[in-house]
Structure formats: structure tokens, C-alpha cells
């Protein structure tokens, strides 16, 4: 579980978790959570947006598992959806694609670094994943790694 900025700076890391864990089992432990439950974290006070006089909360951008919280925006349902309903979906979606990148170019430097610690070459063309039995596997040539 990771918490990051717009400018795709980690703010939180947790790692601790197990991987069948869901993200809303794994926030609801970790101490992010309890921090932002009882508001001793150093969360910004809400301040106008450029060119408005309305102060506006900080807030998280998680994806569906987490729970509706004061702190977390989450999409409207997909039924029925008002236009202004379907308009903020789509922004905060596209606020979501920030962290979903972070993940992606973290995953891949983990992938690299790990290919360079087995092979001692630099490149993810001879890495691939497999799924066996449920399981997660890495398959770096003919070696198998898990």
C-alpha cells in the first residue's frame, strides 16, 4: 500500500502486507489509517483552489475497496448517473491514473532491479510471468524463481 502526490512523490509506504489481502483490509490496519482516523497526521488544512474563495479539503483518490471517509473521495455508482455525476467520475478517474502510474514505473524499476540481481543483465524481454495453480511464479530463462 503506497500514498502518493501529484507530482508522483511517495508520501506512504506500507509493505508489510500479504498479497491476497485486499487494499481496504490492508488500510483499515495500517498505521496511515489510525493516523488519519484520529487526525494526528500532518494532513494540509483545506485552502481555496487557484482562482476560486471556496477552501476545498485535501483528499485520497483510492480505488473502490476503500471506505467512504471525510478524507476519501470515491466514484458515484454507475447506475443512472446524472451528467455532473458521470463528469466527476471522469476527473476523478483521471486523478487516479497519477497514482496508477507510480505503481507501474515502481513495479517496473522492482522488475529491473531483481532481473539484474539474477541474471546480471539489464533487460525485461526474458522476464515473464506465469500463473500456475494460482500462484505467482517468475521465469527468468529456464530458471524458475517463486
Known amino acids: 500500500m503506497a500514498m502518493v502526490d501529484a507530482d508522483y512523490k511517495s ?3 506500507e509493505v508489510r502486507a500479504c498479497g491476497r489481502e485486499s487494499d481496504g483490509g ?3 490496519r495500517c498505521p496511515l489509517s489510525a493516523a488519519l482516523a484520529d ?3 500532518n494532513f494540509p488544512a483545506s485552502r481555496p483552489l487557484p482562482h476560486e474563495g471556496d477552501p476545498m479539503p485535501f483528499v485520497i483518490v483510492p480505488d473502490d475497496a476503500f471506505p467512504l471517509k471525510p478524507y476519501i473521495l470515491k466514484l458515484f455508482s454507475y447506475r443512472e448517473q446524472l451528467m455532473s455525476h458521470k463528469i466527476f467520475n471522469y476527473r476523478l478517474s483521471r486523478a487516479r491514473n497519477v497514482v ?10 522492482i ?4 532481473l539484474y540481481a ?3 543483465e539489464m533487460s525485461l524481454e ?9 500462484q505467482a511464479a517468475l521465469w527468468v530463462g529456464q530458471q524458475t524463481l517463486q
Open 26 to 28: 490492508v488500510f483499515a
Open 118 to 120: 539474477v541474471t546480471g
Open 39 to 41: 487526525n494526528s497526521i
Open 111 to 114: 522488475e529491473m532491479a531483481f
Open 126 to 134: 526474458k522476464m515473464e510471468y506465469s500463473h500456475p495453480s494460482g
Open 100 to 109: 496508477e502510474n507510480v505503481f507501474a514505473q515502481t513495479s517496473t524499476m
Open 11 to 13: 508520501l506512504f509506504v
